[in-house]
């Protein structure tokens, strides 16, 4: 009983040692609101998806104003990174767009802006555990735990496209 154990332990250690394996290098993103999924690509090819991705607390529609809590759809660039910000990394979405903005302006309102892909809040208790903030709790942005951010940190370079998809 105790090998059949072990053995189901190694197996079970094997599998999460293959799940946070590294991809290579992305030169496309595509994040699917409704299937709530994050997927890297590379020359054409799907090289790992991640589920369960948070979203803005208003996760239907596309982000139009300020505080709306909405997360933004439509292709963006990710632009830069932040290893110092208030969430376990975070990978800057390039909104708003020219678009967005002249939507905005043509409102009076402002549209918002510091859209990231981040990982979980500093100081989050079990956050390295993997424990997650419960729900769609950012305020537009897009949110992983904190091991797989850090594996999208590695693979997504700047200027990488990204699509954001309802």
Known sequence: MARAAFLAFALLAGCAQAQEMAPPVADFVLIDKSDRTLTLYTAGRATMT???IQLGDAPED???FE???RTPEGRYTIDYRNPNSAYYLSLHISY???ADRAFARAQGRSPGGAIFIHGQPNGLPGADAGL???GDW???CIAVSNG???LLWNAIPDGTPIEIRP
């Open 50 to 52: 991640v589920s369960g």
């Open 62 to 64: 596309h982000k139009q």
């Open 67 to 69: 505080g709306d809590e």
């Open 96 to 98: 708003p767009n020219a």
């Open 132 to 134: 997650r903030m419960p």
């Open 138 to 140: 950012t305020d537009g």
């Open 148 to 150: 797989t951010i850090a």
